[in-house]
Each structure stands twice: as C-alpha cells, then as structure tokens.
C-alpha cells in the first residue's frame, strides 16, 4: 500500500517544541512535492506547509516563523520541526504527496485530487 507514516507526535507544552516525520511507504517520494497538513476537532482540515522537488516551501500564516519544512529523499522522508507551539496548534497532523515536478509554488488546499497517499496522522497536543 502508498502511503505515508507519520510519527512523533505527543503532548507538549505551550511555548514548547515536536519535531515530526513523515516517511514514504511503498513508493520514492522524489518526484513528489509533500504537504503536511493538520486538523483540530470540529474544524476543516488546513495545509501548513509544503516543499517540492526543487525545495521550494510554502508556508500558511497561522505557522509562518513557527514551523518548518525539510526532506530527505536518501530517507524517504519529510520533516516538519515546530516550535513556539500554543494550544491552537492542537490538532491531527498528516502528510501527502502530489507526483509533479513544478517548478512552481506548492500549494496548501488539502485537495484530495491533487494529494495522495495520506497517512493515518500523528497526535500533537499542545497543553499544560
């Protein structure tokens, strides 16, 4: 089966900092640009960030500063490093991919005709 693994997830507290990983399963992840995603209960699940092949990362305002993106290709695998985190940042996080070369701009709408290979997520709690 194509999908990612997330991991790393857990309970942090306000202020503090989760690094998470996203890891390809099943297919190389080199063409692909990558997104890691969050949803809080009750609320729309959101695109944060995203990094193509060629690097180039995109980031929502709500993480801006706070998070970033990198990737390993040698690893199959898409980091996500948060810090600065507030309870608003309590939510299910999950990666995808989108197979393109673009040397565009990634985008963040979590369209499933666009991203694919969705992990079953990783919990991050932000709380004291």
């Known amino acids: 089966q194509l999908q990612f693994v997330e991991s790393g997830g857990g309970l942090v507290q306000p202020g503090g900092s989760l690094n998470l990983s996203c890891t390809a399963s099943?297919?190389?992840?080199?063409?692909?640009?990558v997104g890691w995603f969050r949803q809080a209960p009750g609320k729309e699940r959101e695109g944060i960030l995203c990094?193509?092949?060629?690097?180039?990362?995109n980031s929502a305002n709500s993480v801006k500063g706070r998070f970033a993106i990198s990737r390993d290709n040698n690893k199959n695998t898409v980091y996500l490093q948060m810090s600065s985190l507030t309870p608003e940042d309590t939510a299910v996080y999950y990666c995808?991919?989108?197979?393109?070369?673009?040397?565009?701009?990634?985008?963040?709408?979590?369209?499933?005709?666009?991203?694919?290979?969705w992990g079953q997520g990783t919990q991050v709690t932000v709380s004291s």
């Open positions: 990094i193509t092949y060629f690097r180039i990362t």
């Open positions: 099943g297919f190389a992840m080199d063409y692909y640009t």
């Open positions: 995808a991919a989108e197979r393109t070369l673009s040397t565009g701009v990634c985008t963040l709408e979590p369209d499933m005709e666009r991203y694919h290979h």
